[in-house]
């Protein structure tokens, strides 16, 4: 069966906001240390301890925000012990995340640093669980306040004169498990009295984001929409792609066959069902949709990588981690009217990681091939797609073989349409109809040889974009066949 694909380009949608390609980078393993931060005296080259082939790498996919420092961490984590001199700063015992002793050297100023050598906007998640109503105010000005104040004396004693710009603070993380154990009506509560001391000063305003649910807990978004909707501005949702969709974390992010290749994309696609029943619940008290949804945690989880600690959630990433990543997408284009801000989980060694670091040495997962390709969706406006699908069958089921997403840059007449083939085996004929005339089309492909194909230190570029242009124009439609497991970029201009 040919996929046939309509696109609507006169028809244009809401706008996809730019930080659904955010990021997420927690004291988790070595995604912070090792991954980001390697101190100034590294002999691996740094930008004030910052690593320079990261921030190089992270800069080519235009990240648009970064969430930190946690996850479960921020809960746990105090910020006035990493400010001021780096020797003086008090060691920490990183409970959640492999019980290791950590030196504060990343704090709030080396962070803010990154956002600027990466020219993001800084996503912090403030202390609800352990800290308190004080010390989550005195952060936001330590951080956003232009007065001659303790705070930002403090800040400028420390070596930083005008303040940050923070646009986004999340109050609370997990605040229904690892943040505290509370009911939503509780943690409704909690947010009341935190988010009354996040203050706006001068003129940094603050995005608000609350503490929203774990995948399929409605109520929790209910709840909380009801009792505080209107003092937010941002409502979270975590949910990590599982093999078989059930907790815990199970299968080898490199070692599987077909079976979990299958449950996995399964699972990955009920993000949409997921979207929408969260979204029904936000309508519900919000049907102008001011609240935004922040889906502030996505990605696979696997099994950790053999060898390593358990605690630090190492995995590798293989094309089935790159048609995770390129479906959500989809998934969060066309709820673009509610989704505001997407991270993955976790911007280097962490999960579904964009980037692996092995001492001096870097690589470029496959996921990090869909965010760069992917970045000229970012605030283009949306265009209506409709698509007959071939059926990819295993085991007497079946799932939509083809999924695509089309956007308009804004003040262009250039459409991009990415589109994703979830059968491993077998290609198939995709008719496109892009509704004009076209004076120049371009494409990338990213696909692999075989299911577990994944970039190594030895062979860190196995799995990369490259051009395609195998395809045959007749008027305002093109036809091209599109390899099994494999991701295209098309770019038209008319």
């Known amino acids: 069966m040919t996929a046939t694909i309509q696109i609507q380009p006169n028809t244009l949608g809401p706008t996809v906001n730019r930080n659904v390609y955010g990021h997420f980078a927690e004291h988790l393993g070595r995604c912070i240390y090792e991954g980001i931060w390697v101190g100034e005296s590294s002999e691996i080259p740094n930008v004030r301890g910052i690593r320079a082939d990261v921030a190089e790498a992270l800069r080519a996919i235009d990240i648009p925000v970064l969430r930190w420092p946690g996850g479960c961490f921020a809960d746990e984590y105090h910020w006035k012990d990493g400010v001021g001199p780096r020797e003086n700063r008090p060691a920490m015992i990183n409970t959640h995340w492999g019980g290791v002793v950590e030196n504060n050297h990343f704090g709030t100023h080396e962070f803010m640093d990154l956002c600027e050598q990466l020219d993001t906007d800084a996503y912090i998640c403030g202390n609800v669980g352990s800290g308190s109503v004080q010390e989550m105010m005195e ?124 449950s996995v994309l399964k699972h990955a696609l009920s993000m949409d069902d997921l979207v929408a029943k969260h979204a029904a619940e936000m309508d519900k008290h919000d049907p102008d949709k001011q609240v935004g949804m922040v889906v502030d945690e996505w990605g696979t989880w696997f099994a950790v990588e053999s060898g390593t600690n358990p605690g630090f959630l190492y995995q590798q990433n293989t094309m089935l981690d790159a048609l995770v990543g390129a479906v959500h997408f989809h998934i969060f284009h066309r709820f ?73 840059r804004s003040g262009s007449n250039i459409l991009d349409v990415s589109l994703a083939n979830l059968d491993p085996d077998q290609a198939h004929e995709v008719t496109l109809g892009h509704g004009g005339s076209s004076t120049k089309i371009s494409g990338r492909l990213l696909t692999a040889s075989t299911m577990q194909a994944h970039n190594t230190f030895d062979n860190p570029d196995l799995v990369q974009p490259v051009e395609f242009n195998d395809f045959a124009v007749t008027g305002e439609s093109m036809k091209f066949t599109l390899p099994a497991k494999s991701i295209l970029m098309l770019s038209i201009e008319s």
């Open 336 to 408: 673009a009217d509610r989704i505001s801000m997407a991270n993955i989980a976790q911007t280097v060694n962490v999960l579904q990681a964009m980037i692996l670091t092995d001492g001096p040495r870097m690589l470029r997962t496959p996921t990090y091939w869909v965010f760069e390709m992917f970045k000229v969706h970012q605030g283009a406006a949306t265009v209506p797609v409709s698509i007959t699908s071939p059926t990819y069958s295993f085991a007497g089921e079946g799932l939509p073989a083809i999924s695509a997403s089309a956007t308009q």
């Open 139 to 262: 952060w936001v000005e330590y951080l956003t306040s232009p007065a001659d104040s303790p705070m930002a004396n403090w800040r400028r004693a420390n070596g930083r004169d005008e303040p940050w710009r923070v646009p986004f603070f999340g109050v609370g993380n997990e605040s229904w498990g690892c943040g505290g154990n509370m009911r939503p009506e509780y943690y409704a509560d909690e947010y009341r009295r935190y988010n009354t001391f996040v203050k706006n000063y001068g003129p940094n305003k603050i995005y608000r984001i609350a503490c929203g649910a774990n995948n399929r807990d409605y109520r929790w978004t209910d709840v909380v929409m009801e009792r505080v909707g209107s003092l937010m501005d941002g409502l979270s949702l975590h949910n990590y792609t599982l093999n078989g969709g059930k907790w815990p974390p199970s299968g080898s992010a490199t070692d599987f066959q077909e079976d979990q290749w299958f």
